[in-house]
């Protein structure tokens, strides 16, 4: 079992829509979640950050947690084209710097 | 303005040669790691160090050799060892403890020609 999962997509919205991105990850120990947006050919880019179950919001971005289900999600409202990129799910456990990343989930939106 | 710089962009290896890749980082941060992506999957971590003249083996070690004389840099030696070395090479960089994500590089694209 890969220690984090994620749908590798792809994901297709037509802009205006809500994307929903899901993550699934195997260490009950994990302590911190992040979302990485990449660009094409480009580096990740750190989105959101979360470290307590529930919702964090930030502008059209909201990170989900539960940490019982070991289930974090990405909900992009109102979708822009801009937004078409390699979402990655990253977990930092609580013992550790090492942080594991998912495969990533390629999300496009429509015009 | 705080950053970590990649260089260089493009490396072309032939086969047979060992190369290096920089990274360097101003953000005053203890802990430097490198990943390996190939198209279309996730970060593999290479090496990783939390302090100067300290560094850790990652998941993909082999073929790769690191340093850590400086705080601020974390060079990469893709050595001939590495049979497969075509890839985006990606520096990140954090602070060591406390729930903080990484800051990552532009990259470097090394191609065996």
């Known amino acids: 079992q890969k220690e984090v999962e994620q749908n590798s997509g792809p994901l297709s919205v037509p802009e205006g829509a809500i994307a929903s991105l899901n993550c699934t990850y195997s260490?009950?120990?994990?302590?911190?979640f992040f979302w990485y947006r990449q660009y094409s050919g480009k580096s990740p880019e750190l989105i959101m950050s979360?470290?307590?179950?529930g919702d964090k919001e930030d502008g059209r971005f909201t990170a989900q947690l539960n940490k019982a289900s070991q289930y974090v999600s990405l909900l992009i409202r109102d979708s822009q084209p801009s937004d078409s990129a390699t979402y990655l799910c990253?977990?930092?456990?609580?013992?550790?710097?090492?942080?594991?990343f998912g495969a990533g989930t390629r999300l496009t939106v429509k015009p | 303005d705080g950053g970590i710089t990649q260089s260089p962009k493009y490396l072309f290896r032939k086969e047979g040669q060992n190369v290096t890749l920089s990274c360097e980082q101003n953000?005053?941060?203890?802990?430097m790691y490198w990943y390996r992506q190939d198209p279309g999957q996730g970060l593999r971590l290479i090496y990783y160090?939390?302090?100067?003249?300290?560094?850790q083996k990652g998941d993909i070690a082999e073929g790769y050799s690191v340093s850590r004389e400086k705080k601020e840099s974390f060079p990469l030696t893709v050595t001939s060892a590495q049979k497969n070395p075509t890839a985006f090479y990606l520096c990140?960089?954090?602070?060591?403890?406390?729930?903080?994500?990484?800051?990552f590089g532009s990259g470097t694209r090394l191609t065996v020609v």
């Open positions: 990140a960089s954090s602070y060591r403890t406390g729930n903080y994500g990484y800051t």
């Open positions: 979360i470290y307590s179950n």
């Open positions: 990253a977990v930092k456990a609580a013992n550790n710097n090492d942080m594991r």
């Open positions: 260490d009950r120990v994990s302590q911190s």
């Open positions: 160090s939390q302090i100067v003249n300290d560094f």
């Open positions: 953000l005053n941060h203890d802990a």
